[in-house]
């Protein structure tokens, strides 16, 4: 029987591009709606947390300020908690059935490149979780202490976040332009929402307090500016 007409077997997986190779997939166990409540329940006791302490260590925190805490705990949280579980865990991420590795497994819907051990999605994952993550925390250190640290630290943390983001919409969509290969499904819920959506707080809010941290060094350096010729007549008086 000549089986060269048959169509070939269905992926037995749901991600795209439907040819990746996923031999150890197993499919999630647990709902969506509960894999993200578990999630929200692990991370928003842990901001809240972080923002009381703050603000019981410097009262006179500003409501700015106590936001600024927040973004940056939830970023360090995510850096150096979910995202290291996918440093540890790639090669066998498609397989698992921990809340970490079902989360994962739900995202990697938007992008398959988490569950391939994609280069540069590994790289830049561990560059995240060892110097963004720790980066992140100090800044939510500095913050608290009211030290003029946090300013350039931020300058640094948002350009790479931005940096970041932008590197890893373009890298997908490029090769998507280039060599029509996609790694996310193209359903509403997995482009738009979460590979587009998830991903664009990171692009607003690092650009909010960028703005926000240049301003202020900007000021103090003119302020310092100003003071100079002041300072040189004393002299000269002298």
Not at 86 to 107: C, M, P, R, S, V
Not at 217 to 222: A, D, F, H, I, S
Request: some cysteine.
């Amino acid at each position: 029987m000549d089986h060269s007409k048959d169509p070939p077997p269905a992926p037995s997986h749901p991600y795209y591009p439907a040819v990746v190779s996923l031999q150890h997939f197993t499919a999630n166990e647990t709902p969506v709606a509960v894999l993200i409540a578990a999630f929200g329940g692990i991370i928003a006791p842990s901001v809240l947390a972080s923002v009381a302490v703050a603000r019981k260590a410097r009262p006179s925190l500003s409501n700015a300020d106590q936001l600024a805490i927040a973004w940056f705990v939830l970023c360090g949280f995510l850096h150096c908690v979910f995202e290291a579980y996918f440093i540890f865990n790639h090669g066998t991420l498609a397989g698992l059935q921990t809340l970490f590795g079902q989360l994962w497994k739900e995202y990697a819907l938007s992008d398959s490149r988490y569950l391939t051990s994609d280069p540069f999605v590994f790289t830049v994952e561990l560059i995240t979780v060892f110097v963004w993550g720790p980066l992140c925390w100090a800044i939510v250190m500095s913050i608290a202490r009211g030290s003029q640290l946090r300013h350039p630290l931020t300058i640094v943390m948002c350009v790479g976040h931005l940096y970041g983001v932008a590197l890893y919409y373009l890298t997908s969509m490029s090769e998507y332009y280039l060599n029509g290969v996609s790694h996310s499904r193209p359903e509403f819920l997995y482009f738009w929402v979460y590979y587009i959506g998830f991903n664009a707080p990171w692009v607003v809010v690092p650009g909010i307090l960028l703005h926000k941290s240049v301003s202020h060094v900007k000021r103090g350096l003119e302020s310092l500016e100003r003071l100079q010729p002041a300072n040189t007549v004393s002299k000269k008086v002298d």
